[in-house]
Nanobody
């Protein structure tokens, strides 16, 4: 059974950068979707970005466009989230997730209900 393990979280000042990693315990096939979500204290989980492992198409929520970059290293079976120009409102627990259902296109949802496999999360704290 696939397991996802996040790492790379930490504390950083506003304007700084962090790179999150998500290592998969089993091979992610090329027609899957991977995503990053986050949940701030007292708030609902929200999408950050998703990527199609086949064609590499990426999707971002408006609040992170131009600041965050999602990528997938197929050889290392690892998902990344490069975060720059961090803001205090980016403070949250960050989770990676996988949607392994077969698909024939590169569309990857930003809805959490589409993802069945989740990591345990890594905390990101941005101070002003």
């Amino acid at each position: 059974q696939l397991q996802l393990v996040e790492s790379g979280g930490g504390s950083v000042q506003a304007g700084g950068a962090l790179r999150l990693s998500c290592a998969a315990s089993a091979w992610i096939f090329s027609n899957s979707c991977l995503a990053w979500f986050r949940q701030a204290s007292g708030k609902e989980r929200e999408a950050v970005a998703s990527i199609a492992t086949g064609g590499g198409t990426t999707y971002y929520v408006d609040s992170v466009k131009g600041r965050f970059t999602i990528s997938h290293n197929k050889a290392k079976n690892t998902l990344f989230l490069q975060m720059s120009s961090l803001k205090p409102e980016d403070t949250a627990m960050y989770y990676c997730a996988a949607d392994l259902r077969y698909r024939t296109d590169d569309y990857c949802s930003l809805g959490y209900e589409a993802y069945a496999v989740w990591g345990q999360g890594t905390q990101v704290t941005v101070s002003s």
